[in-house]
């Protein structure tokens, strides 16, 4: 039985958040740059057409293991075929990859110049956002999921962490 798109996405969304979570406790700092990179690399090839993220899987899991063990014992368990993975539209989903990979580029940007607190803030954030991919905050607007998860970090910090991105979600 081969991975489908869909389910590749779902699975990689689903390691996101656990590393997010991770990361928003400052349980997983060990490697963590090196995990948002290689998590982006994999998303960025959501329906790619010669090489899709299902056929990436494999790769991610090597890198992940090889980066930070313990972690990868956490999250082994959805690169298999045999674990359900949660629903999610797969266009939209593909449409917000860009501001997935910009979140994790930011809070890389933070850890080298150090500020946990702003990559537990970050990370904090980032976290909801695969819920929202799956449809756990259906009762919000992606507006107000916007304005909910991601407007308070301006307000904390003075400066911006997703207004780039902030278009997606107006657009739903």
């Known amino acids: 039985m081969a991975m489908n798109e869909r389910s590749a996405l779902s699975r990689t969304l689903s390691i996101s958040r656990a590393l997010y979570t991770a990361i928003s406790k400052g349980d997983e700092l060990h490697n963590c740059r090196a995990m948002l ?13 010669k090489k899709p993220l299902a056929k990436c899987m494999g790769n991610l899991k090597r890198e992940l293991r090889s980066e930070n063990k313990q972690f990868f ?6 690169f298999s ?11 939209k989903a593909a449409k917000h990859v860009p501001a997935l990979i910009y979140g994790n580029d930011k ?44 407007g308070f970090y301006p307000k904390l910090y003075e400066e911006p962490f997703m207004d780039e991105m902030r278009k997606l979600f107006c657009e739903e």
Do not use: W
Request: charged share 25%.
């Open 37 to 49: 990179d290689s998590l982006s690399a994999a998303l960025s090839h959501c329906n790619h057409a």
């Open 73 to 78: 014992l956490t999250v082994k368990p959805y």
């Open 81 to 91: 075929i045999f674990r359900p993975t949660p629903e999610l539209g797969l266009d």
């Open 107 to 150: 809070i890389c940007a933070e850890l080298e110049r150090g500020d946990l607190g702003k990559v537990k803030a970050m990370a904090d954030a980032m976290k909801s956002y695969p819920g929202y991919l799956f449809g756990e905050f259906e009762a919000l607007s992606g507006e107000q999921f916007y304005d909910l998860v991601f």
